[in-house]
């Protein structure tokens, strides 16, 4: 329910960072930059944190400043984990870059946060909140931390107040939504995605995500009438049709998300979310072999992904492809540590004779 709306985030925060530029000599690179650290942030979110912390080592070294002033690198820096690094670039960074100052005061929260304590946590939050009384950060960061240690109510509190003191952060009411949503409290969900619907009007994200509530309280025709007008009052968002192929799947009629995602991925060919639903909702409608074909784009558009080439693979053994043996045995050269692979290894038909197909390691334990 949630994934698409925390992309939606950060696609925000790319593209204000991107618009922001670099600073001094490095303003021409910051598109390259946006891009490389998007290849860092895809690499993390695959399960490939070590590949992911040595793009972004390179990119730091390539980039100092933009690195130490982007609010995704520093958090994609503490979501790998390496949480003393950030520390010493952060306070490296206070001094250089004093413009930037909350930037450091939210990150510095967000270490603590990373590191589970919550006093220290709410500490620096309340001390970004004080410093900085504009910075949604201070208000959303101690939520969460609240909410992950079983507080609930502290959260919603504190997303609350952070609505009333930052009234015109869309951010900000989108969490604010979100934390009804979690809660299932949808009559009130679907009251503050109107809000920000009326609020914010150049964006579709109210409307969207007031048609996810209307669709999780069964009222589907409401639904569907809201994100047919946002759509036409949005033609170049993806978002009204990603959730209007939700809807169609939540009807039991997987044929028509399947319309609703090919649509998405013929006109918008970087929105990645549309490959990731598509090939769920093609193998939901029975498409295996329009599932194996989005697959395979999927894999030749992140050939350094692991699990896209694994997925590739595994459609191919479902399908009965004759061509399966071969993406195992592309895994196996391109990533020789993967457990899965090795043992989709089989003995070669022509050499031994045998036809059986039986995986090596299979063979090896009948013999023993």
């Known amino acids: 329910m949630f994934s698409g709306l925390k992309e939606w985030l950060e696609n925000r925060r790319a593209l204000r960072e991107v618009r922001a530029g670099g600073s001094g000599s490095n303003r021409p690179y910051a598109a390259f930059f946006a891009d490389q650290l998007a290849n860092a942030k895809n690499a993390f979110d695959a399960g490939a944190p070590d590949k992911a912390l040595h793009q972004w080592r390179e990119l730091h070294r390539l980039f100092p400043d933009l690195t130490a002033t982007s609010a995704r690198a520093l958090n994609l820096l503490i979501d790998i984990g390496q949480l003393d690094e950030a520390d010493a670039l952060i306070m490296e960074s206070r001094g250089r870059y004093p413009r930037f100052k909350a930037l450091y005061a939210a990150a510095f929260a967000r270490v603590a946060y990373r590191r589970g304590d919550l006093e220290q946590t709410l500490r620096r939050c309340e001390r970004l909140r004080h410093d900085y009384p504009r910075s949604a950060d201070g208000y959303t960061i101690a939520a969460g931390c609240l909410a992950d240690h079983g507080r609930p109510d502290e959260a919603e509190a504190m997303i609350g107040r952070g609505v009333s003191k930052v009234p015109g952060d869309i ?89 609703h995602w090919e649509y998405l991925i013929e006109y918008f060919r970087s929105f990645d979310h549309a490959y990731k639903m598509g090939v769920v909702a093609m193998r939901k409608a029975g498409q295996e072999a329009k599932a194996d074909e989005l697959y395979r784009i999927m894999a030749l558009r992140s050939p350094s992904d692991l699990q896209a080439q694994l997925e590739y693979a595994r459609s191919g053994d479902r399908c009965g492809h004759s061509g399966a043996a071969d993406r195992w045995a592309a895994i196996r050269e391109e990533f020789p540590e993967c457990a899965e692979a090795q043992e989709r290894e089989v003995v070669p038909s022509v050499a031994t004779g045998d036809e059986s197909g039986i995986p090596k390691q299979a063979k090896i334990r009948k013999g023993n």
């Open 171 to 259: 951010d900000m009411a989108v969490l604010h939504a979100r934390h009804a949503m979690r809660r299932e409290a949808w009559p009130e969900a679907l009251r503050r995605w109107y809000l920000v619907r009326d609020r914010f009007k150049e964006h579709s994200v109210g409307s969207v995500g007031a048609a996810e509530c209307l669709r999780a309280m069964g009222r589907v025709d409401d639904a569907e009438h809201l994100l047919i007008a946002t759509r036409a009052n949005f033609d170049s968002d993806p978002w009204p049709i990603a959730e209007l192929a939700n809807l169609a799947a939540a009807k039991g009629d997987h044929a028509r998300a399947v319309e």
